[in-house]
């Protein structure tokens, strides 16, 4: 118990200089979805902050059902860390605050969802072998027909409304566009000097259930002058162990994935070239990805090589924006676009998205009132806290619809299934993309792809 609670203490200890500048000036509270649909300051994040320091101080217990409940309530959507002007980094506070659960509530009273939730981040996430079998699953449920019959009947919703969800989660991960079933080639790869060298994050869940979307993210760097160098060894980012308080295994897959990116730098660098940029196209994944620094901060072999990897990780839509990208054939859709919150208020990348849009011909882009309110999604939350996640998606639906969009546009696997679902279960007439998406299907028509 003292180990769990040094952790906690320490990250605060960490914040001192930051939240001893809080001058308490009430800007993360409307910022906070919580704080916002309940009005109460204990899910407020700075009444979050503040159970925190009861709990490191012993003046409040750990495993105190109140204090389990408000840090559970929270999504770790960030936002209070863009309102706050004292740079308090809430969401590392918050993640130490869900080890110090975790540690209390595994063994005891913890529910049947959170024992499901800690072993399948114990015994599949970190193995690749597991994990492809449990997505062979979900894509074989996703392509039967009677699956999708029984959810537009309302079948299964008589039956169990979760699991209802649960499949048109499921089901929203399908390709938008019918090019995007079928393998297409990569285009010529660009050669000499002006190459860029990049290694994809393939991760698990895109890898898994979106592999269109990585499929497409690798065509279109191939197509903008870029050199793919694979990760073999990649695993897991460890961000959904993370946020879900499981830090030690977080750490783990960390240090993994160091040594298989820096095996695949020495591979392919040499004495002119710049190890390969990481790209990434899940958001939850980037902003880990880029605080392995911070995770590993105390490792002594791991810091430095931490802080290294971390300073090469781009998002995808970051990269391209950066670069001169190609321009590809008109699509003549209407499109909007929500943020996803661990790009928007995490990494702080707010434009690059829409640069990334804009550079396509023909789209007509209209701005969504509320781009960086989180959608509800927020990993696993929507399926553990289902009212909460429903009030926020509803009034995210509705907004969506207000643009009269088509197709409406995000940068992260958990915020595509959500707003998906939800667009299904609000009626909302628009398809669900990742940005990469449209762009690949702008290529495809301008014939930049082999046959």
Same mark, same amino acid.
């Given at each position: ?26 800007? !993360? ?311 996803? !919150? ?32 989180? !959608? ?38 958990? !915020? ?36």
């Amino acid at each position: 118990m003292n180990a769990h609670i040094s952790t906690l203490k320490s990250a605060l200890e960490t914040e001192t200089e930051k939240l001893l500048g809080c001058i308490h000036c009430g800007l !993360c509270l409307p910022a906070c979805p919580t704080y916002m649909q309940l009005g109460n300051e204990n899910d407020s994040p700075r009444g979050r902050i503040y159970l925190m320091r009861a709990v490191a101080e012993g003046r409040l217990d750990a495993g105190a059902e109140a204090f389990a409940r408000h840090i559970d309530l929270c999504l770790g959507c960030r936002a209070c860390e863009t309102a706050c002007p004292a740079g308090v980094r809430y969401g590392w506070l918050l993640e130490s605050a869900r080890e110090e659960v975790l540690a209390h509530e595994v063994g005891t009273r913890a529910g049947l969802q959170k024992r499901l939730l800690k072993f399948a981040l114990e015994k599949v996430f970190p193995y690749p072998e597991r994990l492809r079998l449990v997505f062979a699953l979900l894509r074989f449920l996703r392509r039967r027909s009677i699956v999708k019959l029984a959810l537009r009947e309302g079948l299964v919703g008589e039956v169990s409304p979760q699991a209802e969800f649960a499949l048109s989660l499921l089901l929203a991960s399908d390709p938008v566009y019918p090019s995007e079933q079928g393998e297409a080639a990569l285009p010529p790869e660009a050669e000499g000097p002006e190459t860029r060298a990049v290694s994809l994050l393939t991760g698990c869940v895109m890898e898994g259930i979106f592999e269109h979307i990585n499929a497409a993210t690798a065509r279109v760097l191939t197509a903008n002058g870029c050199h793919l160098v694979p990760a073999e060894e990649q695993v897991c980012c460890g961000a959904l162990h993370a946020h879900a308080g499981d830090v030690k295994t977080a750490r783990t897959l960390a240090r993994r994935n160091i040594e298989a990116f820096e095996t695949t730098a020495r591979s392919s660098v040499n004495s002119q070239s710049a190890p390969p940029v990481i790209i990434v196209n899940a958001a939850g994944c980037g902003a880990l990805l880029k605080e392995y620094g911070e995770l590993l901060k105390d490792d002594p072999e791991y810091a430095e090589r931490a802080r290294a990897f971390s300073a090469r990780v781009r998002d995808v839509t970051e990269y391209l924006a950066q670069i001169e990208v190609r321009r590809g054939a008109p699509l003549d859709e209407r499109v909007t676009y929500d943020a996803p !919150c661990h790009l928007y208020h995490a990494q702080r990348i707010t434009a690059a998205p829409q640069q990334v849009l804009q550079t396509i011909p023909g789209l007509d882009y209209q701005p969504l009132e509320g781009l960086a309110d989180c !959608c509800g999604g927020a990993g696993i939350y929507n399926l553990s806290e289902p009212e909460m996640s429903e009030r926020l998606l509803a009034d995210k639906i509705a907004k969506v619809k207000a643009t009269g969009a088509q197709v409406l546009v995000t940068a992260n696997p958990g !915020c595509h299934m959500q707003l998906g679902a939800g667009a299904r279960m609000f009626g909302a007439r628009c398809r669900v993309a990742h940005v990469v998406e449209l762009l690949d299907e702008s290529y495809r028509r301008a014939g930049f792809y082999k046959k």
